[in-house]
């Protein structure tokens, strides 16, 4: 479904990505682990087309979508939620998911959707997206992100912020949207639940990409292991 | 003092409609346009050419608000796609300075072409009695224009959809850009509103007392002025500080004198960012 092709980026004349490719398939979830500043956002940046590359090409399904803004990659159907969540802090809740679903003149249907899948939204509909904790908010940027009914999510690092209670709560409705069959394509410092989650993973080191392949072989992998969860 | 008070309304509410344009232009496209208040004049001198051609005066009012939009969309599909392609600060003071040269080509222009003309609209019925006082038929007209025009704008703000793409842009630009919405044709369809609604404060002057081909400058220094008071990104602040420095001004001109007059108001203008440096009322859209 989505297909990377080589692709580099530099910020000021500095490398960020290397070589990269990568390749989604529909229906799959696909993480990307890292340590931080080893690309991991700049990579579903360049995808979400926030963010221009020097070299390569992004397929969405057979078609060119690099150098494509990003709204029109939204429209697409490719919806970036970033770690940082971009809500609109001084909209309610329902307005903040009412602009995920824009030029859908039926999405209050889809609200039902969301607050199945986050409930504790449903009891704050009329609140301020900028009042909303940590947690919520990660949730209703999700849930923004779902509104305009993507066929492909990138999630950037879910979990970041979040204490792991909330965590563990966020990635059982992750689990959930994978079965629905949403095509996932999630970067994520936390690998064991990341790779709990993904089908397969690749992992990124200063830019290229260093391993790649199935959750459970990477689990065993003594490298990542090493490297990300600090045993021998 | 009743009537001062309001006169100083009626004179605040067509300084809002006159700030409210400049307020949203620069909350979505994050330029001022120095070019602001010659819409209004544009509007004003328009209207009038077409009324001394015969042509009926609400009819004539009508077109030159409309003369006025799409200047409006002229300016933002020519000159000022050279400040878009910029970001922050650079766009701002390009922008500045490309507008500012907008603002003196034109009055320039119909100082040049049109020195004598100006706007002047009076009614067949002079003076109605509210509350009381006696106010000119004229005022209320003005003052209705702005009323609706403000509440118009304020419903389609709260209730539209394209109405909370553009505060969500406001609030959040990449927020706005990941919902995908189409930032640059939201950014001309408000660079055209608040063109027209230059242009109607442009009519409510030629209502309240005259316009003519020198006024674009002021008209823009009062429109900053009020959109500083109320914060420069807030809707609801730029209404509440029209009417504020309306106020003020009426009060200023009667009892002190006009050339005090803009003192007065700076200084209040700069009383007011002191108490409230976001704004008359902070962060409210």
Redesign the interface.
């Known amino acids: 479904m989505i297909r990377v092709e080589g692709i580099d980026v530099s910020y000021d004349e500095t490398a960020v990505l290397r070589d990269v490719s990568i390749e989604v398939g529909e229906g799959e979830t696909v993480a990307i682990i890292g340590s931080n500043g080893s690309g991991k956002t700049t990579l579903l940046k360049a995808i979400a087309g926030m963010q221009r590359t020097t070299e390569g090409k992004i397929f969405y399904d057979g078609m060119r979508v690099d150098g494509l803004r990003t709204y029109k990659i939204v429209r697409l159907g490719i919806v970036y939620v970033p770690a940082e969540r971009e809500l609109f802090p001084l909209m309610t809740v329902v307005e903040n998911l009412e602009l995920g679903a824009y030029r859908n003149k039926a999405w209050r249907k889809l609200l039902n959707v969301v607050f199945t899948l986050f409930p504790v939204l449903k009891a704050r509909t009329k609140q301020l997206a900028g009042t909303l904790s940590g947690g919520e908010q990660q949730m209703l940027a999700i849930s923004r992100g779902l509104m305009a009914r993507p066929k492909v999510l990138l999630l950037d690092e879910p979990s970041s912020g979040l204490a792991p209670i909330l965590v563990d709560d966020l990635y059982r409705q992750l689990h959930r949207l994978k079965e629905e069959g949403l095509t996932i394509l999630l970067a994520e410092q936390q690998v064991p639940i990341a790779l709990s989650l993904a089908d397969r993973a690749y992992v990124l080191e200063n830019g290229r990409i260093r391993l790649s392949g199935k959750s459970q072989d990477l689990l065993e992998e003594p490298e990542v292991m090493r490297a990300y969860l600090g045993l021998a | 003092m009743i009537s001062l008070f309001i006169d100083g309304i009626i004179c605040g509410l067509q300084l809002s409609l006159l700030a409210v344009g400049l307020t949203l232009i620069f909350g979505l496209g994050g330029v001022l346009n120095l070019a602001h208040g010659q819409l209004a004049v544009i509007a004003g001198i328009s209207a009038a050419g077409l009324i001394g051609a015969g042509v009926n005066v609400p009819l004539a009012a009508l077109l030159g608000v409309l003369i006025a939009g799409a200047s409006g969309l002229v300016l933002d599909r020519s000159l000022m796609l050279m400040a878009y392609r910029y970001k922050g600060e650079a766009r701002l003071l390009l922008g500045l300075v490309l507008t500012l040269g907008v603002s003196l080509a034109i009055e320039g222009y119909l100082n040049y072409s049109f020195p004598l003309v100006a706007l002047t609209i009076s009614l067949p019925i002079l003076n109605v009695t509210l509350f009381g006082v006696v106010v000119r038929t004229t005022a209320i007209v003005a003052a209705l224009i702005a009323i609706l025009t403000l509440l118009s704008l304020f419903l389609f703000l709260k209730v539209t959809?394209l109405g909370?793409?553009v505060?969500?842009i406001v609030?959040?630009e990449?927020?706005?850009?990941?919902?995908?919405?189409?930032?640059a044709s939201v950014r001309t369809f408000i660079f055209i509103l608040g063109s027209l609604m230059a242009g109607l404060a442009g009519i409510a002057q030629g209502l309240t007392a005259s316009l003519d081909v020198r006024m674009g400058m002021e008209f823009t220094i009062f429109a900053l002025i009020v959109a500083t008071v109320g914060g420069v990104r807030s809707i609801n602040g730029t209404l509440a500080a029209g009417i504020l420095l309306g106020v003020v001004n009426v009060f200023a001109s009667f009892y002190v004198g006009t050339y005090l007059t803009f003192i007065i108001l700076l200084t209040t203008a700069g009383l007011t960012i002191l108490l409230r440096p976001r704004g008359l009322l902070g962060?409210?859209?």
Do not use: M, P
Request: with cysteine; aromatic share 4%.
């Open positions: 959809s909370k793409a505060r969500s609030q959040n990449l927020g706005a850009e990941l919902c995908g919405i189409d930032q962060d409210w859209t």
